[in-house]
Each structure stands twice: as C-alpha cells, then as structure tokens.
C-alpha cells in the first residue's frame, strides 16, 4: 500500500507564493505519473497539474498555467507544486496522486493513491 504525504500548505497573501511536496512511501514513484488536485469548499475536487515518470510531460489546469509549476525529484522520491501569484480563488486543500500508470494524466480514475491533502488559504 502506498501512502502520500502532502506538506507546504498555509496561510498567504494574494500574490504570494507556496510550494508544495509530496512524498510517496512506495517503490513504484520513479514509474508512475503524479498529479495535484484541489477541493474548494462546497466545491467538486478538481485537477491542478501532473506530470510523467520523467518529468517529460506535463499538464496544467487553464485555471494556473502560467502561475503553477510541477516538478519532481526521482532521487529524492518527492513531487512538488510551485504555486506563484497565488489568488483568494486558489484558497482550496490540495491533494497530492500516483497514477497507475507512467503516464500524466488529468481523470481521477487513472490515480490509484491519494494523500490525506494540505490547506492552502489564500487572504485578499
């Protein structure tokens, strides 16, 4: 079983920057595509970003491309989400996926582990 664990959520300002980890506890992150998601309140859970095995391929949600960057570090089995201009819309838990496949992909359905989420606020 492999578990995900989010951190780098909080509190900040609009404008600001947050960037957010996540580390797998399995040996299959290095093979599979990883994603970011986000649930506002009283909102569907929605896709964010992913990235592929290599890092070759990535996706964004049109909602933060060019605000969002995702990244990871395979030596260090850790996935990150550099979220710059960061707005009062972007106020949400965020949640780190490992897809089943080596593949970016956006559907929730291609994801087979979940983290527990981080709470990124945003202030006007």
């Known amino acids: 079983q492999v578990q995900l664990v989010e951190s780098g959520g909080g509190l900040v300002q609009a404008g600001g920057s947050l960037r957010l980890s996540c580390v797998p506890s399995g040996r299959t992150f290095s093979t599979s595509g990883m994603g970011w998601f986000r649930r506002a309140p009283e909102k569907e859970r929605e896709f964010v970003a992913a990235?592929?095995?290599?890092?070759?391929?990535?996706l964004y949600a049109d909602s933060v491309k060019g605000r969002f960057t995702i990244s990871r570090d395979n030596a260090k089995n850790t996935v990150y989400l550099q979220m710059n201009s960061l707005k009062p819309e972007d106020t949400a838990v965020y949640y780190c996926?490992?897809?089943?496949?080596?593949?970016?992909?956006?559907?929730?359905?291609?994801?087979?582990?979940w983290g527990q989420g981080t709470q990124v606020t945003v202030s006007s």
């Open positions: 990235i592929s095995r290599f890092g070759v391929t990535t």
């Open positions: 996926a490992q897809a089943r496949y080596s593949s970016a992909v956006i559907a929730t359905t291609e994801y087979d582990y």
